[in-house]
């Protein structure tokens, strides 16, 4: 392979891409990684992964029988966020949340009727397990939210005296219900342009070495260009085929809303590809070892796109050391376009600054690879 010609020849290109289809179609670890195991991942982050806070374990410990009492047990036993234990003593209570069976205690006290009947209620005690502070929030906010709730609708808070001077009616954009599948199945579709950009990608160099195939292309006229154009371009078309396919599986089988265009998505996933593919094919070259490819594909881009792309970990809430560097994370670039055509439409103000440092973060590792590609075959 001549170092200047860079010249592409459609039929050469043409017999390299189809040799490698070929190649592809012959190893059935390409489906699995490309198909099966991002089917995996996708239903892993649809059904068994969730951020969400629901049917959390509490303890309602009810010292009074009356009709109000009553009725406000069972809005907490009819509140899809808790799991209620009714108990009528603090004693088993206790117990309970030493034990960790339940999360919190919500205390309704004794002459809680009688209060009712004189339009002042006794206050509702709330005791939360701080050894998770995430929990135990969220137990006392929706814990007061059902007394609220129950309260409004027994008409406790329609006095004047107790009428607030503003009325706060908080609404969420794009995705009210707070769903966290909303933006898990979405970052998954990251993961896996990352698993067949990458990893995929970074055994084709190094399959031609352990093969012993490679002398063989080194004898033919073919260029530089054309030889990693014609390992690029068929996972190119496979990451497309099973991003489309995860696509698919999100909005219609998970009920994720996809307020965006193709085209958008189109371009968000070229955009990072680029980079995915770049990375690949420059460890692959490098390293001439399928196994050591592998384990640096899985190190430089895999961990990284799951662990500091913002995808699971908000950014924001990282040491100032690891904010730094997520900027060198092409993926950090890919998440938030990517929720946004999903959550929110095709805002290009958004996109497209995300898409030009992907594209630029792509150039670099060509570049890098066709330098590690041309001393390779020296």
């Not at 929706?142 to 709730?149: L, W």
């Not at 990352?194 to 399959?207: D, E, F, S, Y």
């Not at 490098?286 to 970990?313: D, E, R, Y």
């Amino acid at each position: 392979m001549s170092r200047l010609d860079i010249r592409l020849d459609r039929r050469r290109l043409t017999a390299l891409i189809r040799k490698e289809f070929v190649q592809i179609a012959r190893d059935p670890s390409t489906f699995l990684i490309a198909f099966v195991l991002p089917m995996i991942l996708l239903f892993l982050f649809g059904f068994a992964v969730s951020l969400d806070t629901t049917r959390t374990r509490i303890a309602l410990v009810l010292q009074d029988s009356s009709a109000p009492a009553l009725g406000l047990t069972e809005s907490y036993r009819h509140s899809p966020y808790f799991d209620v234990t009714t108990v009528r003593s603090m004693a088993p209570a206790r117990e309970m949340i030493t034990a960790g069976k339940v999360r919190a205690i919500i205390v309704i006290p004794q002459a809680f009727g009688q209060g009712v009947a004189r339009r002042h209620p006794p206050a509702v005690q709330i005791i939360t397990d701080g050894s998770q502070p995430n929990t135990a929030a969220f137990a006392a906010s929706f814990g007061e939210g059902v007394r609220q709730t129950w309260a409004a609708a027994e008409g406790l808070d329609a006095s004047p005296a107790a009428a607030p001077a503003i009325s706060l009616s908080p609404r969420f954009w794009y995705n009210p219900g707070l769903r966290s599948r909303y933006f898990l199945v979405p970052g998954s579709i990251a993961i896996v342009m990352t698993m067949i950009g990458t990893l995929l990608t970074a055994l084709v160099v190094a399959r031609e070495w352990e093969r012993g195939t490679m002398e063989a292309m080194m004898a033919t006229p073919i260029s530089m260009a054309e030889f990693i154009a014609s390992k690029v371009i068929p996972y190119y078309l496979l990451a497309l085929g099973s991003m489309t396919l995860c696509t698919m599986i999100a909005v219609f089988g998970f009920g994720v809303p996809f307020r965006g265009s193709v085209l958008a998505l189109l371009a968000i996933a070229s955009a990072f590809l680029m980079p995915a593919l770049g990375l690949g094919l420059y460890i692959s070259a490098a390293v001439k070892n399928q196994f050591v490819a592998s384990q640096l594909a899985l190190l430089t881009s895999f961990l990284p796109t799951m662990l500091l792309s913002g995808f699971l970990f908000e950014i924001s809430s990282m040491p100032w050391p690891i904010r730094l560097l997520t900027y060198a994370v092409p993926a950090r670039y890919l998440i938030p376009p990517l929720q946004t055509v999903f959550m929110a439409g095709d805002l290009w103000g958004l996109i497209v600054p995300d898409c030009l440092v992907m594209v630029g973060f792509g150039l670099l590792f060509f570049i890098l690879s066709f330098r590690a590609t041309r001393r390779s075959l020296d």
